[in-house]
């Protein structure tokens, strides 16, 4: 009668040889969005903070790290606002948080304003309008 062999351990088999985990591009992009909403709100909690994320993952063979990711943020912003120290926040956060909850390295990140939201025109039209 042929036995069967113990389980091994996942200590007893390589760590190349045991898998991957690979996180898929749109969970990076929404830990990078949300990274952007949370240092948009800490800036200024009054304003109406809107961010998407589109995300560039590039794959490393080392089993150190998940890889690279080059993420470009599109941002909607409060106007009259420090425009640079809102998007410097953003850049620091994305980088912070997709680093620790998906242990990427975060090269590159692109912030794009896409749309600035002034308290003057509030409740109008959204056609060109002038301000006075």
Do not use: W
């Not at 909690?45 to 490393?60: G, I, K, L, N």
């Amino acid at each position: 009668m042929a036995t069967a062999s113990p389980p091994t351990a996942a200590a007893d088999v390589p760590a190349g040889e045991r898998g991957a985990t690979r996180l898929a591009d749109r969970v990076v992009a929404k830990i990078a969005a949300r990274a952007a909403r949370e240092a948009l709100r800490a800036k200024s909690p009054q304003d109406r903070t809107d961010a998407h994320a589109t995300v560039s993952v590039h794959r490393r063979e080392d089993l150190a790290h998940f890889g690279e990711a080059r993420v470009r943020i599109a941002v909607e912003l409060g106007y009259p606002s420090d425009i640079g120290a809102q998007c410097g926040a953003v850049r620091r956060r994305v980088t912070e948080r997709v680093g620790e909850l998906a242990n990427m390295t975060v090269p590159e990140v692109t912030v794009e304003v896409e749309r600035l939201h002034s308290p003057l025109l509030e409740g109008r039209g959204r056609g060109r309008e002038r301000v006075r």
